[in-house]
């Protein structure tokens, strides 16, 4: 992938004052300095040090000969960069002591840029499908870069920087990719200049809905969303870091994220490289000689963790009795690295009662952190620990491949009391009744589905794309898949799969299991192979209120309006219609998943009978009713009204016969607290297995050794 960059080049002064000028005001520098510089400058700096091939378009003046050697000497191809009969581009930058800066621009040679330069660069460098086209708003001819480029069926990616009135009027619905900050997105979006930023998003991806949208925030990080899922943001949290000068923090982020785009990464790794690159160059002077090299992108505190334990096993405190929690910095770096970090615990629980403390990271070099608490009823407490930087921020460490978090130097853990004696709300009188209508319904509709093969990467099994009637708003979707020589005399166990909570268009499953049949149910009834479009506009439309999906109160007062009741009549469907494959052993059905997937393996296997096994993690939605009673709730969690009582797991757990495992439960997890699974478990009344695990969130687990506890009944 080829970018070429339209960008701007100008000669920095960069002024240190004590404070910015003020009208009328005349005020002595503290120091002085010259730099390269310009937003396209620094853009081709950072993608040509991140990597990417990058060639950088537009005019210097007799003045500016030293900046298009600097460019080639950092790998940046400058065939289209000439010289005009004009002053180079320059900028006066006063930067104050807490590394805020405030920047006058005259264009220059920046503004000599024609349609005749933009062709011949176009051109000459063969841009085309695949390729990036960039621009800041720092050219002339910004329409011109636009309509031409995006003729070529490259990507156009527009960092409207500067923001002018002048930005509205250009062709933006062929831009393909907007990096922009909270001023610059909320003009583009016609929102004042105090709009949140989730707010300043939202409306983005409404009026652009063809375009990538990356939002800057500055410390507070970024917020991404692909033209492609239009439901779901990716929010990433800036790095902790000692603020030199922010100049060029933006043009740091850009180009490492675009470089990474092109290397092929996901875009939560793009934006982890953008996010440390940016870090750096915050914690150095100067605009171009503050971009990072990648070899230059560690911090000390990237191999860091914060583990914690108790005194004894986690779940076999009494009511009353002392917990205490050993917190020690592992990994960590030398205490001179250490100097201004802070580790910030809280202690909160179901009993509603909360403790909080700091302790300087330098004195956890010397001696663990020790935390002593209670609880005087039957429950969870809750110790949440992170390290903070000197600007106050939580300090993260890189994502890695796969990973949807991102991750801190912090510890989520917990300890129980008493938990066996935990139980939920009483369930609805009729909750039997209820789904026996809702098994009517379904027996109305034959089992009945359309099976299209599709190639399947693993030659001994074949995989499908199916649909399968249902009754309810759509059919039960997924793949199959199924061995190759399976038959009616060679038959196998079959197994249903789930997901957890999400708006994404389905995939098969990586890997494909081999020696059995395989359902991976889609929770929604998606049509499957579509276009991205299509998925757009129909997770869009799951929206209610405001809300997301399974989460409207409105919607979830009547147990038949509430949209759990297609999703669980369609997991019942993929369960009934597993059963009428003759291929199917008629003995080993199992149910999996986690999360949502939990839920979902907690209907089946309450709802049939014929589930012979149920396999779940962090199972959701355990317990919705217990912020009634005071437990601790998740932040992420349904509006409880009594219409979602039909749903709860831990009402379906009795009515379950089957072996169930949970394979892990957090006990920092409150996305799905330990309450409400520690309810769950308590309800099950057949053989069962639980696995606590200390210092584990929703998806984060622990390096080993970690301190487990496992019960059994």
């Known amino acids: 992938m080829k970018i070429l960059n339209f960008g701007s080049v100008n000669i920095d002064n960069v002024y240190q004052v004590p404070h910015f000028l003020q009208p009328g005001e005349t005020l002595l520098s503290t120091g002085y300095a010259r730099f390269p510089g310009g937003k396209g400058f620094n853009q081709s700096v ?33 065939d289209f960069l000439t010289p005009v009969d004009a002053p180079t581009g320059h900028a006066v930058i006063q930067v104050s002591p807490d590394g805020q800066n405030c920047i006058l621009i005259d264009s220059g040679a920046n503004h000599r840029l024609t349609p005749e330069d933009i062709r011949a660069a176009l051109q000459g460098v063969g841009i085309g499908p695949g390729d990036v086209v960039l621009l800041q708003n720092e050219t002339s001819s910004a329409a011109d870069i636009i309509r031409l480029a995006s003729a070529t069926g490259a990507t156009v990616a527009f960092n409207a920087a500067p923001m002018t009135p002048a930005v509205l009027d250009l062709p933006l619905d062929r ?26 998003h939202f409306a983005l991806r409404d009026r ?24 779901n943001n990716i929010v990433f949290p800036a790095r902790s870091v000692r603020a030199v000068d922010t100049t060029a923090a933006g043009d740091t982020f850009t180009g490492y994220f675009l470089a990474a785009c092109a290397e092929g990464l996901e875009p939560r790794l793009a934006l982890d490289r953008a996010t440390a690159a940016s870090a750096f160059s915050v914690a150095h002077a100067g605009a171009a000689p503050s971009i990072p090299h990648p070899a230059e992108l560690a911090t000390p505190w990237d191999s860091a963790t914060l583990r914690g334990s108790c005194d004894k096993d986690p779940v076999s405190y009494a009511v009353g009795e002392p917990m205490v929690f050993t917190l020690t910095l592992e990994n960590a770096p030398s205490a001179a690295d250490a100097e201004g970090y802070t580790v910030r615990w809280t202690r909160t629980g179901d009993d509603g009662v909360t403790e909080s403390g700091a302790v300087p990271a330098t004195d956890m070099l010397a001696a663990p952190l020790v935390i002593r608490t209670s609880i005087d009823r039957p429950g969870f407490v809750s110790i949440e620990a992170t390290l903070h930087g000197p600007d106050d921020h939580p300090v993260t460490t890189p994502v890695a491949p796969g990973q949807w978090w ?20 009483p369930e609805p009188e009729d909750f039997d009744a209820f789904w026996a209508r809702q098994k009517a319904r379904l027996a109305d509709v034959a089992v009945r589905a359309d099976r299209k093969e599709v190639p399947s990467p693993v030659p001994s099994l074949r995989l499908y794309e199916v649909s399968i009637d249902c009754a309810g708003p759509r059919p039960a979707t997924g793949y199959l898949s199924v061995p190759a020589d399976a038959s009616a ?26 020696g059995e049949i395989r359902l991976d149910l889609n929770a929604h009834g998606v049509e499957l192979g579509r ?24 919607q979830n007062r009547n147990p038949e309006t509430a949209y759990f009741n297609g999703m669980a009549l369609r997991v ?8 009428t494959l003759p291929e199917w052993n008629g003995r080993d059905l199992v149910v999996q998943g986690g999360s949502q997937g939990g839920l979902q393996s907690m209907w089946a296997a309450g709802l049939d009978p014929d589930v012979t096994e149920a396999l779940i993690h962090v199972p959701w939605c355990c317990d919705l009713a217990g912020i009634e009673v005071g437990r601790k709730a998740s932040p992420w969690r349904i509006p409880y009204v009594r219409g ?70």
């Not at 997890?669 to 210092?695: E, F, H, M």
């Open 46 to 78: 950072a993608l040509a040090r991140a990597g990417a091939e990058v060639h950088h378009a537009g005019h210097i003046g007799p003045d500016g000969a030293w900046l298009a050697d600097f460019l080639r000497a950092e790998g940046v191809h400058t």
């Open 175 to 200: 831009v393909g990719l907007f990096i922009v900050n909270e001023l610059e997105g909320a003009a583009l979006a016609g929102l004042p200049a105090s709009a949140n930023a989730t707010d300043i």
């Open 208 to 231: 652009f809905p063809a375009a990538d949208i990356l939002l800057t925030l500055g410390a507070e990080g970024c917020i991404f969303g692909s033209r492609d899922e239009r439901p």
């Open 406 to 425: 991102v991750p801190a130097v912090a510890f989520n853990g917990g300890a129980g009391a008493e938990i066996e004696k935990l139980r939920g709300a």
């Open 489 to 514: 005399e060679r038959r196998y166990p079959a197994h249903v799969s789930f997901h957890g909570y999400g708006m994404h268009k389905p995939q098969p499953p990586v890997p494909l299991p081999e």
């Open 531 to 554: 276009e991205p479009g299509y998925y757009n506009a129909f997770f869009m439309a799951l929206f209610s209120h405001g809300y997301s999906y399974g989460s409207d109160p409105e």
């Open 572 to 579: 019942l469907r993929a369960v009934q219609y597993i059963k």
């Open 644 to 713: 979602i009582d039909y749903y709860d797991p831990v009402n379906h757990a009795r009515r379950v016969h089957c072996p169930v495992v949970i394979e892990r439960a957090g006990l920092g997890d409150y996305t799905c607290p330990p309450s409400g699974i520690a309810i769950l478990y308590n309800q099950l009344a057949c053989p069962k297995r639980i696995r606590w695990v200390q210092g584990s969130t929703h998806g984060y687990i622990p390096p080993d050794p970690n301190q487990i506890a496992e019960r059994r009944g």
